[in-house]
C-alpha cells in the first residue's frame, strides 16, 4: 500500500465527493467514461465501450408492486431541494426492484445528468415525461424551467424518449451502492497494517484527508475511506469512533508515544479510516477552485457524492470500489444534508462567516495555540529567548519550550520546529500532496483567503498543492510572509535511512524529512513555474537602506530619497534594525504604509561591506563554470582600486555595499539568492538631481542643461498624479493610464520608466518625436505591430524562469531540489509551455522585424530604425540593435519534439542536441544489434531456428532452447530458468552486453532527468541576445503607446518643439490652447476650455505689445474660488512632462526650452503620521523648491501661505515670489488668493499677471451672495480683483444662513478695514486740506 497516491493523477478530487454537475458539454447518456473526476462512477469491472449495465439489469426485470411506473419509462422525478429533473425509471442494482412499497411508495430513477446519477424518489414526486414539446414544459408549464442542466437532461430524455423502452435499458449506468460497512469492517481487518509507519508519517499525512473535512455533513451511512485500518488499537479506536460519530466528530485520537493520549495540547494523528464522513477540503483540486461558482452552482440532484471513492488512490481493495454509489437503497437515499453539502462546498470560497458556528467548528479565539502560554503577547520571546520589549528582539523567530516540543507527535515538532526560525510567516506545511496550515497560520488562512478550518481542538487547514499560486498570491499581497515547506524525503528514504542508522531509530527519525523551500513576501516574489501564470506586469522592488552622513547626500527633507521612492516604489523595505534615523523611519512609515518593513540586525542580517563582498566572492552566484569569478560591472565599479582581492568596497560605496549586502542575506533567507544574484542584473541608481547641475543653473548662470533627464521628485509624482494617484489609491486618472497603450508586459513596465523620466536633450526628445511622426506615417506598420505585440507572453519574467531552472544545476543544496512535489508532472508541463511560449515569442519578435523592415528605411528616427532593424541584416545599418536570432530559434525549436513534450511533461531530445544522450542512444542500439547477432550466431551453433530472447528488466535475453535442440547446448551455456517444453540461458558474452547495455540505459535515464535544465541552460546561456530582444521589444512597443497617444481623438495634439538654451534662448514656454490631458469634461459636464500659457517669452498674440511686460518668469495666477487655476497649472506640469517624453502634447502648439525638474507646491496635504502639520509640509516643499530649483526648472505653486493667518501667509507668499522672480529666475505659475500680493507686484517686470476669467450676473456690493458667477476657464491677463467665495460656497450647497452670516460678517471686516484706513490717512494728514481730501 503506498503512502502516496499515484503522481500526476487528479482523479482523487473533491469532485469525487462533492458532486457537482459539471459545466462540461459531455452527453451523460452513459455511453461513455467521460472524465474520471467528475462523473460517472461506472463500475471499473464494467469498463468496455458499450455499457453492461443494461445488460446486468435487465434481467433482473421482475413483477414488482402494481406501480404506476415500470422500468425504462421516461418520467420527471423530483428529489426534495432540487426542480424535477428529467429522469429514466431503472431497477436498483442490488435491490432488482424499481419500487418498494410501504408506507410511501418510493421509485427508483436515474437522472439524466451528468454524470448520471440515481436514487429513490417518492411516487408522488414521480411524472411522467412527455417529452421537450409537451406544454407541460413549454413556459408557464409544471416542469418549465431556465436551468441548463436540466435542460441538457431534457434533450438527453428526448432522445431517449425515440428509442424502444426495453433498450432505454442500455442508458442505465452500472452504479453500485455504497460500499456497507460490513465489508469495510473486513477491509480494515485485512488490512491492517504496521503501525509504526502510521502512528507518525501516514496519519500524520493522513490529517489532511481526514481533517479538510467541510463543515459537517450530516449522512449518516458511512462510506470506507480510501485507505483503510491503518492503526493497531482497533478496538479503543472503534470506541472512540463510535463517541466520535456522535459528536459529528470524525477524527479519532490515536494513541501516542508518549502515552499522553488525551492530553488537548497533543497533535494527534489521524487514523483515515475512521473518518468515513470527512472527505478533505485538500481533496480539492485547482480545477474545481475555478469553476466554482456559486451562482452558477447547478442544482444537481446528486446528493451523496461523498460516498464515491475516487478512483486512482488508496488501497487495491478500495480501489475495487471505486465508483460512485448514490443510494444504498436502505437507507433514505438523500439526506437534508445534501444541500449544506452545497453550501459547505461553497463556503470553501467565500469569507468564513460562521467559523464558529455548529457544525463543529470553533471560535478562532478557542484553540488551543490561544492557550499556549509562550504565544502570549507579553511573553513572547524570539529564540534567542528576547523579550518584545527588547531593543534586539527579532520578529522573525520565536522561543518555544523544549517541554512542549517534547510532547508533540514528531510531524508537529517538525512544525514547531520551523515556527522557531519562521515566527512571522505564515508557513504552508506540506503533507502528502496538500499545503497544510496550523494554529495561527490557519487562523490568517481562513480569515484572508477564505480556507475554513477542519474540525479539532486545534486550529487546521490546509489546501492541495495545485493550489499554492492561489493561496500564496493572495496572502502575499495582503503583506504576509509565506514559506513553502516541502517534503524532502519519501517513506522509502525514511526507511533506507532509519535502517542505516547507527542506532535503533526513534519516533522522530520516522518521519519524512520537511524543509523550508521558498519564503516570498511583497518583495521576493519570483514567478516561478510553482507560481503559474504571471499576471501582475507591475515591478516588485525591494529597498534596502542604510544612512551615514556623507554618502548620498540629502537635504533636510529627504528629498532624494522621497524620489527615489516614488520612481521605484518599494513594495518591502530593509533597514538596520536601531540604526535607522527617526526622521528616514517617519517618512517610510507615513509615505510606504504598505510596504512591508523589515528590521534586520546589523552585523548578522545586514552585513557589513566586507562581508558582503565576501559572501558574494565565495558563493556560486558570479562564478562560471570553471570557478572563475566575473564580477557584475556596476559591483566592480564599487570595489576599491587599492584592494586587488576585490574584498573591500571603496568609500563612496561602502554603504551602497552594505544595503547590497542586506538584500544578498533577505535572498539567502528566501532561497532565492542563487535564482537572482546569478542573473548579474545590477545598476547603479544615481539621485536624479545629480549635484552638479544646480551649480551650473541659476549660481553660474550657465545656459546648458546637461543632464539627460527631467527630475520629477516625489512630490511632484503624487502631486500631478503621475503614475498614482494617492485620492483614490489607483491609476485612475493618472497620466500613467492615459498615456500608456503598451501591448506586452515589459513594455509597460518601460513606458512607467520613461514616464518618471522625461529626457532632457533636444537630440533625443526630437528622435522619439520623429519615431512617433513615423509610426503615425505608417499607420498599417503600427497596426500589424501591434497585433503581434499583444500575442506576446511575457518574455522578461519568462526569460528569469528560464534562467532560474538552467541555472538550478548550481543550486545543488537547495532544499527545492529535494522537494517531493506531487504535481511534478504539471510543472514540468508547465516548465515546458513556458520555455516554448518563450520561443514562440521570439519567433513573433522576428516576424515584426520583417513587418516593420519594408518602412523602416523610410524611418527618419534612428532609434526607431535600430529597434526594428535586425543586426547584419543591412550592411549598411550598423547601428542595428535587434539581434539575429533566426539560428538560435531553429536550433531550440528544433531541439525535441514539443508536441510530445507539451503532452507528457518529458523532453526527449532531437539527435545533435546533447551528446551524451545521443552516445548514450548509439551505445544502446550498438549493443543490441550486438546482442541480436549473437543469438544468430547461437541459432546457427544449436542448429535451431526457433532460438528467442526471453525476460524483462534483470532477467532478459535469456535465450529460450526449445527442448529439441537442448541436446547440442555447449557447456558455457548457463541454465536461468526453464518452463515446460524449453530451457532458457545465459551465457558469459551475453552478461557482458547486458552489462553494457544497462550501463548506456542508465546514461540515457540521467541525461533526460537533466535535459530540461540543461536545454534550459543552453539558452540562457544566449540571454544577452534574448534581452537585448526584450529590450527593443519594448521600446518598439513604449514609441508604438506614444504614436497611438499621438494619433489623437480627443481635440487637437501637436509635436512639441524645443529650443535649446545653448542657442541663446532664455527659458521660456510657450502652450497655445492647451487642455489638461487627463481631464476631457468638466465640473459641469462642458468642454474643456483650451488655455495658453506663455511664460519668459513675449506674447505675440498680445493685442496690447507690451513686451516687456509678458516676458517675466514668473505669472501670477489670480480668479475666483473654482475657476480653474490649479487645473490649469497641473495641465501646464503634465504636457511639460508628456513633451519632454517625446510624446505629441494636447495642444495646438507648445513650444519651449526644456525643463531640468518641475517643482510643485499643490493643493493641502499634511502627514500627520509623519509627525508634520499642513503649514509645515506647505513649508518644507517651499524651502526645497527654493534650494534646488534653478533657471530651467518649472515652479508651480498653488495657493502659498494658506496654511496660516492672513498676514503671516501673505508676507511669506510675496517673499516667495520675490525669490524666485529675483534670485531663481525660473519659470513659475504662482496662483493666489491674496489680492494684496497683485499690488504689490504689478508694477514688477519679472511678474506677470493673469487671471481665470469669469462673467459676474447681479453685481451686488450689498449682499455678494446673490452675484452669480459664470466660469470662463479662460486664461487672460492682468488680475481678477475679488475671488467670489460666496459663489463658491453656493455651489457647495453651504446653507443659506450660513451665507448670509458670512456676508454679514464680510461687510464687517471690510467696514472695519476701510474705517482702519480712514483713521490712518486721517492720522497721517497734516493739512485741514488733507483731511478733506482723505474723506
Ligand atoms: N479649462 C477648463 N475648462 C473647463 N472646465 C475647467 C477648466 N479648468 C477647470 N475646470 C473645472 O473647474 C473645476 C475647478 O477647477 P480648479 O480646482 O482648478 O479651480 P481653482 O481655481 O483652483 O479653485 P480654488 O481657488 O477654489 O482652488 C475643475 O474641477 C474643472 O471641472
Ligand atoms: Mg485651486
Known amino acids: 500500500m503506498s503512502k502516496t497516491p499515484a503522481k500526476g493523477k487528479q482523479t482523487n478530487t473533491l469532485f469525487s465527493y462533492f458532486q457537482k454537475t459539471p459545466k462540461s458539454e459531455t452527453k451523460n447518456t452513459g455511453k461513455s467514461g467521460t472524465d474520471e473526476v467528475l462523473s460517472p462512477r461506472r463500475s471499473p469491472n464494467d469498463r468496455s465501450k458499450t455499457p453492461s449495465a443494461g445488460k446486468k439489469t435487465s434481467p433482473s426485470i421482475k413483477a414488482t408492486e402494481a406501480n404506476e411506473f415500470s422500468e425504462g419509462d421516461l418520467v420527471w422525478a423530483k428529489l426534495e431541494g432540487f426542480p424535477f429533473w428529467p429522469s429514466l425509471v431503472c431497477n436498483h442494482p442490488t435491490d432488482k426492484v424499481h419500487c418498494k412499497g410501504g408506507k410511501t411508495k418510493q421509485v427508483h430513477v436515474q437522472f439524466f445528468d451528468s454524470p448520471p446519477s440515481r436514487a429513490w424518489i417518492k411516487e408522488r414526486y414521480v411524472k411522467p415525461f412527455k417529452g421537450s414539446n409537451d406544454e407541460s414544459f413549454q413556459k408557464g408549464g409544471q416542469f418549465y424551467t431556465l436551468n441548463t442542466q436540466v435542460n441538457k437532461g431534457v434533450k438527453e430524455a428526448d432522445e431517449a424518449l425515440k428509442i424502444d423502452k426495453k433498450d432505454r435499458l442500455s442508458l442505465v449506468v452500472d452504479l453500485l451502492p455504497s460500499s456497507d460497512e460490513e465489508e469495510e469492517e473486513n477491509e480494515e481487518e485485512n488490512m491492517d497494517l504496521d503501525p509504526t509507519i502510521f502512528d507518525t508519517e501516514m496519519s500524520d499525512e493522513d490529517i489532511s484527508k481526514e481533517n479538510h473535512s467541510s463543515k459537517a455533513e450530516d449522512s449518516k451511512e458511512t462510506s470506507p475511506r480510501k485507505r483503510k485500518s491503518m492503526s493497531p488499537q482497533k478496538p479503543r479506536r472503534k470506541a472512540a469512533k463510535e463517541a466520535v460519530l456522535k459528536n459529528k466528530r470524525r477524527r479519532i485520537m490515536v494513541k501516542s508515544e508518549s502515552g499522553d493520549e488525551d492530553s488537548e495540547d497533543d497533535f494527534k494523528p489521524v487514523s483515515s479510516e475512521d473518518d468515513d464522513d470527512d472527505d478533505s477540503a485538500s481533496e480539492l483540486d485547482e480545477n474545481e477552485i475555478s469553476d466554482v461558482e456559486p451562482e452558477s452552482e447547478p442544482e444537481s440532484p446528486v446528493k451523496e457524492p461523498r460516498k464515491r471513492k475516487a478512483p486512482g488512490r488508496g488501497t487495491p481493495a478500495s480501489n475495487k470500489k471505486s465508483i460512485a454509489v448514490l443510494d444504498s437503497g436502505k437507507k433514505p437515499a438523500f439526506s437534508p444534508s445534501v444541500s449544506n453539502n452545497t453550501k459547505t462546498k461553497l463556503s470553501l470560497f467565500s469569507a468564513p462567516e460562521n467559523a464558529g458556528d455548529d457544525s463543529g467548528q470553533k471560535d478562532a479565539s478557542s484553540y488551543f495555540h490561544v492557550s499556549l502560554d509562550f504565544l502570549q503577547p507579553d511573553k513572547l520571546r524570539d529564540n534567542t529567548r528576547k523579550l518584545k520589549s527588547d531593543p534586539d528582539y527579532n520578529p522573525r523567530t520565536l522561543y518555544v519550550p523544549e517541554s512542549f516540543l517534547n510532547k508533540q507527535t514528531p510531524a508537529m515538532r517538525q512544525w514547531w520546529e520551523i515556527k522557531t526560525k519562521h515566527f512571522d510567516t505564515v508557513l504552508f506545511f506540506k503533507v502528502g500532496k496538500f499545503y497544510e496550515l496550523y494554529h495561527m497560520d490557519a487562523v490568517v488562512g481562513v480569515r484572508e483567503v477564505g480556507l475554513i478550518f477542519m474540525k479539532g481542538d486545534f486550529a487546521h487547514s490546509g489546501f492541495p498543492e495545485i493550489a499554492y499560486n492561489r493561496y500564496a498570491d493572495a496572502l502575499v499581497q495582503k503583506g504576509y510572509k509565506v514559506g513553502r515547506v516541502e517534503q524532502t524525503e519519501t517513506p522509502e528514504m525514511v526507511t533506507e535511512r532509519c535502517k542505516n542508522m547507527a542506532r535503533s531509530a526513534n519516533k522522530y527519525d520516522k518521519v519524512v524529512k520537511r524543509e523550508v523551500c521558498q519564503i516570498s513576501t511583497q518583495g521576493t516574489r519570483t514567478y516561478s513555474h510553482l507560481d503559474g501564470d504571471i499576471g501582475d506586469h507591475t515591478s516588485k522592488y525591494i529597498l534596502a537602506f542604510c544612512a551615514k552622513v556623507g554618502q548620498f547626500e540629502d537635504d533636510r527633507h529627504l528629498s532624494r530619497f522621497r524620489t527615489l521612492v516614488a520612481h521605484y516604489t518599494p513594495t518591502q523595505i530593509l533597514y538596520e534594525r536601531g540604526k535607522t534615523s527617526p526622521n528616514t523611519m517617519q517618512l517610510i512609515n507615513a509615505n510606504l504604509l504598505s510596504a512591508l518593513k523589515e528590521g534586520l540586525t546589523p552585523g548578522s542580517e545586514f552585513w557589513e561591506s566586507s562581508k558582503t563582498l565576501k559572501t558574494l566572492a565565495e558563493e556560486a552566484y558570479f562564478k562560471s563554470e570553471d570557478g572563475e569569478i566575473t564580477w557584475p560591472e556596476a559591483i566592480k565599479l564599487m570595489l576599491s582600486e587599492s584592494d586587488t582581492l576585490g574584498l573591500t568596497a571603496s568609500d563612496a560605496y561602502d554603504l551602497a555595499v552594505r544595503s547590497l549586502g542586506a538584500i544578498v542575506w533577505y535572498l539567502q533567507y528566501c532561497l532565492l539568492d542563487e535564482e537572482l544574484l546569478s542573473m548579474k542584473k545590477f545598476e547603479t541608481y544615481m539621485p536624479v538631481d545629480v549635484s552638479e547641475h544646480r551649480a551650473q543653473g541659476a549660481q553660474s548662470g550657465a545656459q546648458a542643461i546637461k543632464q539627460r533627464h527631467m527630475v520629477l521628485d516625489g512630490v511632484t509624482m503624487s502631486n500631478l498624479d503621475v503614475v498614482w494617484n494617492s485620492t483614490t489609491q489607483s491609476t485612475e486618472g493618472t497620466l500613467l493610464e492615459r498615456l500608456s497603450y503598451c501591448s506586452t508586459a515589459f513594455g509597460k513596465r518601460l513606458f512607467h520608466q520613461w514616464l518618471c523620466s522625461p529626457l532632457c536633450q533636444k537630440q533625443a526628445i526630437y528622435d522619439r518625436l520623429d519615431a512617433v511622426g513615423d509610426l503615425l506615417e505608417a499607420p498599417s506598420v503600427m497596426e500589424e505591430s501591434v497585433t503581434i505585440l499583444k500575442k506576446m507572453p511575457d518574455l522578461e519574467r519568462l526569460l528569469s524562469r528560464i534562467h532560474a531552472i538552467g541555472s538550478s544545476g548550481r543550486r545543488k543544496n537547495h532544499p527545492d531540489t529535494r522537494a517531493i512535489l506531487y504535481e511534478e508532472v504539471t510543472y514540468s508541463k508547465r516548465k515546458i509551455e513556458d520555455f516554448l511560449a518563450t520561443i514562440e515569442g521570439f519567433k513573433l519578435a522576428m516576424t515584426l522585424t520583417a513587418a516593420c523592415s519594408g518602412a523602416a528605411t523610410n524611418f527618419k528616427s534612428k532609434l526607431l530604425k535600430q529597434t526594428v532593424c535586425v543586426q547584419g541584416a543591412e550592411p549598411d545599418n550598423a547601428d542595428a540593435r535587434f539581434p539575429d536570432i533566426d539560428d538560435d530559434l531553429k536550433f531550440f525549436e528544433s531541439s525535441f519534439d514539443h508536441k510530445k513534450a507539451k503532452k507528457e511533461g518529458v523532453i526527449v531530445p532531437s539527435k545533435g542536441v546533447d551528446k551524451d544522450y545521443d552516445q548514450a542512444i548509439a551505445d544502446i542500439k550498438d549493443v543490441e544489434g550486438r546482442l541480436q547477432t549473437y543469438l544468430d550466431k547461437q541459432k546457427s551453433v544449436l542448429n535451431c531456428k526457433n532460438l528467442v530472447y526471453w525476460g524483462t528488466a534483470k532477467n532478459r535475453y535469456q535465450i529460450e532452447v526449445p527442448e529439441t535442440a537442448l541436446k547440442n547446448i555447449p557447456h558455457q551455456y548457463e541454465l536461468m530458468s526453464s518452463k515446460k517444453g524449453a530451457k532458457r540461458f545465459r551465457t558469459s558474452d551475453i552478461e557482458e552486453m547486458l552489462a553494457e547495455l544497462t550501463d548506456a540505459e542508465d546514461r540515457k535515464d540521467t541525461c533526460l532527468k537533466d535535459i530540461m535544465r540543461r536545454i534550459f541552460h543552453n539558452f540562457d546561456l544566449k540571454h544577452r541576445k534574448w534581452t537585448a530582444v526584450v529590450e527593443c521589444l519594448s521600446v518598439l512597443d513604449v514609441l508604438i503607446s506614444l504614436a497611438t497617444y499621438s494619433r489623437g481623438g480627443e481635440g487637437d495634439l501637436c509635436r512639441p518643439e524645443f529650443v535649446m538654451p545653448e542657442e541663446g534662448a532664455q527659458p521660456f514656454l510657450e502652450i497655445r490652447e492647451g487642455r489638461h490631458p487627463c481631464v476631457s469634461r468638466t465640473f459641469e459636464g462642458g468642454d474643456f476650455i483650451p488655455n495658453d500659457t506663455i511664460i519668459g517669452t513675449k506674447d505675440d498674440q498680445d493685442e496690447d505689445g507690451d513686451s516687456s511686460y509678458s516676458e517675466g518668469q514668473v505669472v501670477l495666477v489670480t480668479g475666483p474660488n473654482m475657476g480653474g487655476k490649479s487645473t490649469l497649472m497641473r495641465q501646464v506640469g503634465l504636457i511639460t512632462i508628456m513633451a519632454q517624453m517625446g510624446c505629441y502634447v494636447p495642444a495646438q502648439k507648445c513650444r519651449l526650452t526644456p525643463i531640468d525638474r518641475i517643482f510643485t507646491r499643490l493643493g493641502a496635504s499634511d502627514r500627520i503620521m509623519a509627525g508634520e502639520s499642513t503649514f509645515y509640509v506647505e513649508l518644507s516643499e517651499t524651502s526645497s523648491i527654493l534650494q534646488h530649483a534653478t533657471k530651467h526648472s518649472l515652479v508651480l505653486m498653488d495657493e502659498l501661505g494658506r496654511g496660516t493667518a492672513t498676514y503671516d501667509g501673505t508676507a511669506i507668499a510675496c517673499a516667495v515670489v520675490k525669490e524666485l522672480s529675483k534670485t531663481v529666475g525660473c519659470r513659475s505659475l504662482f496662483s493666489t488668493h491674496y489680492h494684496s ?87 497721517c494728514s497734516s493739512s485741514a486740506q488733507e483731511i478733506q481730501k482723505a474723506f
Open 1237 to 1323: 500680493l497683485v499690488g504689490e507686484f504689478q508694477l514688477d517686470r519679472n511678474v506677470r499677471l493673469g487671471h481665470m476669467a469669469c462673467m459676474v450676473e447681479n453685481e451686488n456690493e450689498e449682499d455678494p451672495s446673490q452675484e452669480t458667477i459664470t466660469f470662463l476657464y479662460k486664461f487672460v491677463k492682468g488680475a481678477c480683483p475679488k475671488s467670489y467665495g460666496f459663489n463658491a460656497a453656493r455651489l457647495a450647497h453651504l446653507p443659506e444662513e450660513v451665507i448670509q452670516s458670512a456676508v454679514k460678517k464680510s461687510r464687517e471686516f471690510e467696514q472695519s478695514v476701510y474705517s482702519c484706513k480712514m483713521f490712518r490717512n486721517l492720522w
